[in-house]
């Protein structure tokens, strides 16, 4: 079974600047998906980014962007310029891709929290 | 918009009172999951649907229950609540396959327990 960790609970940072979010998991696939969700408070979860793990390159989607280093089993999101909507707990999650239920295996989550 | 609807968004019961929360998805999905979400959790998976198939977790408590009457709907019965039901409980789905087809979530049930 895979398991996903989050090693920081609770995170702030000041609008404008960067922060990173980290995340470790364990399997003994070779070919599988992570993800990073968004989940604002009161509001509903949305993906953030997404990485292959069979992709050398790491995703990028505007200020987003992902450090997946695949031998150490890391796959950190880092924000640039901080915007005080980035409030909002962040959860790392796995998929297999021998799962047909496309299941989720979900990190604890990272609280963060842009202060103005 | 094609989304993910839950109602009520807002549920309050008694204990031991029967409550049933809704999922309807105008994405046309075949993969339709509940979850349980606690305060500053992670959500955990109930169950799912792949399809018409119905995928219980292994330490789901069988006082929660689901019905998919169609693509488009899903329920959750919770036949006896207890205060420790108490919870966020949200609606996903997804398409299946092998590509990184994402799951889209939807707003969320808060049900209070009294």
């Known amino acids: 079974a895979q398991t996903v960790t989050q090693s920081q609970p609770e995170m702030s940072v000041q609008e404008a600047e960067t922060v990173t979010l980290s995340c470790t998991y364990d399997?003994?696939?070779?070919?599988?998906?992570l993800f990073w969700y968004k989940q604002p408070p009161s509001r509903q979860m949305i993906l953030v980014i997404r990485?292959?793990?069979?992709?050398?390159q790491n995703a990028t989607e505007n200020r987003f962007s992902v450090n997946f280093q695949k031998a150490a089993k890391s796959f950190s999101l880092k924000i640039s310029d901080s915007q005080l909507g980035d409030t909002a707990m962040y959860f790392c999650?796995?998929?297999?891709?021998?799962?047909?239920?496309?299941?989720?295996?979900f990190g604890g989550g990272t609280r963060l929290m842009v202060k103005p | 918009d094609a989304m993910v609807i839950q109602n009520p968004r807002y549920q309050v019961t008694q204990f031991g009172k029967p409550v049933t929360l809704s999922c309807s998805q105008t994405?046309?999905?075949?993969?339709m999951y509940w979850y349980q979400q606690k305060s500053s959790q992670a959500p955990k998976l109930l169950f799912h649907?792949?399809?018409?198939?119905?995928?219980n977790e292994a330490d789901t408590p069988d006082n929660f229950q689901s019905r998919r009457p169609n693509t488009s709907f899903c329920f959750l019965d919770i036949r006896s609540p207890g205060l420790g039901d108490a919870a966020m409980y949200l609606c996903a789905t997804t398409l299946s396959g092998p590509s990184t087809y994402e799951q889209y979530f939807g707003p969320g049930t808060r049900l209070t327990v009294t």
């Open positions: 649907y792949y399809d018409k198939d119905f995928n």
């Open positions: 399997t003994s696939e070779n070919n599988y998906y």
């Open positions: 999650a796995f998929r297999s891709m021998f799962n047909a239920g496309n299941m989720l295996t």
């Open positions: 994405l046309n999905h075949n993969v």
């Open positions: 990485q292959e793990a069979y992709k050398q």
